[in-house]
C-alpha cells in the first residue's frame, strides 16, 4: 500500500467518520422528540386514568358522562394548543 493510498483510504474513512456523526446527531434530535411525545402521552394517559377513577365512584350516569366529557374536552383542548404552537 502506498503512501497516495494510504491518503486516500484515510480520507474515505473522515468522510465516513463524519457521515456517521450527522447521523448520530439526527438520531439525538429524533429521541429527543420522541421522549417529548411520549412524555405528553403519559400526562394524557393520567388524566384519563384519574378521570375514569373519579368517575366510577360517581353514582350518577349523567354526571359521569358529563364529567368524562368535559376530560376529553380539556384533553383536545390541551392537543390542539401543543399543535399550534
Same mark, same amino acid.
Given at each position: !500500500?502506498?503512501?497516495?493510498?494510504?491518503?486516500?483510504?484515510?480520507?474515505?474513512?473522515?468522510?465516513?467518520? !463524519?457521515k456517521a456523526l450527522?447521523?448520530?446527531?439526527?438520531?439525538?434530535?429524533?429521541?429527543?422528540?420522541?421522549?417529548?411525545?411520549?412524555?405528553?402521552?403519559?400526562?394524557?394517559?393520567?388524566t384519563l386514568l384519574?378521570?375514569?377513577?373519579?368517575?366510577?365512584? !360517581?353514582?350518577?350516569?349523567?354526571?359521569?358522562?358529563?364529567?368524562?366529557?368535559?376530560?376529553?374536552?380539556?384533553?383536545?383542548a390541551s392537543e390542539?394548543?401543543?399543535?399550534?404552537?
Amino acid at each position: !500500500m502506498t503512501i497516495k493510498d494510504i491518503i486516500q483510504r484515510n480520507e474515505e474513512l473522515e468522510a465516513l467518520y !463524519m457521515k456517521a456523526l450527522n447521523l448520530i446527531e439526527t438520531l439525538e434530535k429524533k429521541i429527543e422528540r420522541l421522549e417529548e411525545e411520549n412524555k405528553k402521552l403519559r400526562k394524557q394517559r393520567d388524566t384519563l386514568l384519574r378521570a375514569v377513577e373519579i368517575a366510577l365512584q !360517581m353514582k350518577n350516569k349523567e354526571k359521569q358522562d358529563l364529567h368524562l366529557s368535559r376530560v376529553l374536552e380539556y384533553l383536545k383542548a390541551s392537543e390542539n394548543k401543543e399543535k399550534s404552537h
